[in-house]
């Protein structure tokens, strides 16, 4: 969707939204072309703050196109609230539930009406302790293969200094130096038309978070480690109590 198809409430947001982010942020906007290709494209920005979506929404607006982002079905059914986003073109996602199948539909038809949809893949903030990316979710890679749509990887660098997830610090000051970058689509030619089974879908996910990563290191710098993976929990079989595993 682009900006001269939106509609009174999306305006209204980015009239609230963007004059603040404007005063906030030191933008350094890079590969917004990526972004201006015809038809719908899949967006997968890495996550390591919960400024974040502002930051993304502020770029991909600026490209040219209207974010739609997931959220979870509880927050659309809160008054006025859900309403709202509703309204924005968000999309409410069911989360380990039977009508899991709906919010896929609605990503399908999201993009086939040529939207813009992001998924963070590694579904949560990274708990990599530097911030780089970790083992990502099977979502954008399943939604991908089920349309064909291009994945584009976008990788900021900056809205940590907004807020800091590893001190929950908040800077209020303006001009706070922030980078986005979006790469050309990842290339999952190789799986293409594939079953979606668990190992291709991993394989796929693993593709998209190599890309992420890497364009993450151009506008950081340093060296990229491995995807963070979560620690597991030992188990009883592993050598440990029954009741200390609990």
């Not at 009174?8 to 933008?27: C, E, G, I, L, S």
């Not at 000051?173 to 030619?189: C, E, K």
């Amino acid at each position: 969707m682009t900006r001269r198809r939106l509609g009174f409430w999306q305006r209204f947001a980015v009239v609230v939204v963007k004059p603040v982010m404007t005063v906030w942020t030191r933008r350094t906007w890079r590969g917004m072309e990526q972004l201006r290709r015809e038809g719908g494209v899949i967006v997968v920005p890495n996550h390591l703050s919960h400024a974040d979506p502002l930051v993304s929404a502020h770029f991909i607006y600026d490209s040219g196109r209207w974010p739609q982002y997931l959220g979870k079905a509880s927050v659309f059914k809160v008054p006025v609230v859900g309403w709202i986003l509703h309204r924005c073109k968000q999309i409410p996602v069911e989360r380990g539930t039977v009508d899991a199948v709906r919010s896929l539909d609605a990503l399908i038809a999201a993009l086939n009406e040529g939207g813009a949809v992001v998924i963070y893949p590694e579904g949560t903030i990274t708990r990599e302790p530097d911030l780089w990316p970790m083992k990502g979710k099977t979502g954008a890679a399943r939604l991908a293969l089920a349309t064909g749509a291009p994945v584009i990887p976008v990788a900021m660098w900056g809205p940590e200094r907004i807020f800091d997830p590893r001190t929950t610090r908040l800077s209020l000051r303006p001009r706070i130096p922030v980078s986005v970058a979006a790469g050309p689509p990842v290339d999952l030619s190789a799986w293409a038309g594939a079953t979606p089974t668990r190992a291709t879908l991993e394989e796929m996910t693993d593709a998209i978070m190599l890309s992420i990563r890497d364009l993450l290191a151009e506008i950081r710098g340093g060296t990229p480690p491995p995807l963070w993976e979560r620690p597991t929990r030992p188990t009883p079989s592993e050598g440990q109590r029954p009741e200390a595993a609990a």
